[in-house]
């Protein structure tokens, strides 16, 4: 098959988009399918054979990229691209898209889970990885994920807030402590705070308005950070994050190996009681969400075995090492096939 793998785009997520983007479409190509990397932002502006001919080229049009330590500095990716535009579509994203029989989507946050370019491959029709574009905003959207799900799993108690600069002095006297605090349309740990403390928390909600002024505030619950993939309706392996001690899930934890990043077991070590309500549990997400073919649930595992919904991934990592991968294993599946397992669940989706 003709397969364009989007990764990239201009979100805060860039760099995990680069690296999930340009492993799976490596991956694809070694099953044998014709698969072709293309940043969402820049789309083909330096390619300058016909655009059928990308289908072709021996390394897929896949660079060397990685996820660096800082965040993506958007600014600078903004200034570098030639083709000047307003718009976050590179050029000739649409027409390589429409030469595809799929659409592999790489991406991680704004333009990529918030439904936006689900809509336009809808439009030209042509089918993609993963959810639909309703669904993809409402799990996007973190209190409109948390309004569907009221009666289908626990949830900390929350709040859903807009806010200022001005606003500061009042919010970090009045809001509920331990809490957590975090963008409503965030990723990646980016925007997260976990103030414990009222100067903590005047802080965090500084830090987070670089990211935005909608959040959600919820009230901290203590346990164990567990997160469970969900492939074709079905739970796989819950798998437990363990933070660098004195640390919180950051994005250095998230994706930096080493002393640096987070212990990901998996499978987790939890009794058969716990392993079967956290099963339950993201099944039951990604159905009243009505998620398609993959998805990842987060989850905080408290002592008395309650496992406390944080939010849902429509697309989250695929990097040989992430967390999909890692659990998709423990059922004997290979990142190449887990990869074209998705690409062909997807287009059965988009026939039906």
Known sequence: ????????????ERHVAQVTATSACQALRRCGHQAVYVDLFFGLENYRKPLQEAFLEPDGLCGNVAIHKEEPDLEAVIRSRKYQSNGHLGKFVPEICALADCVFLGLHGKDGEDGKIQ???ELIGVPYTGSGPLASAIAMDKATARRVLHDAVSQPKWQEMRYSECDIPRLSQELPLPCAVKINDGGSSLGVELPETREELFQALH???RYGNHVLVEDKIYGREMTVPVLDGKALSPIEVIPPQGTSFD????????SEGAQEICPASITPEEDRRLREAAERVHKELNLRVYSRVDFILDGDGVPWFLEVNTLPGMTPNSLIPRAAKV????????CEKIVLLSMKEHRG
């Not at 059922?331 to 887990?338: A, F, T």
């Open 331 to 338: 059922e004997g599946l290979s990142y190449d096939e887990l």
């Open 207 to 209: 830090n987070i308005l």
């Open 1 to 12: 098959m003709k397969i364009v793998v989007l990764g990239g785009g201009i979100s805060s």
């Open 251 to 258: 994005y250095i934890a998230k994706y930096q190996s080493g």
């Open 119 to 121: 809509s336009l491959l």
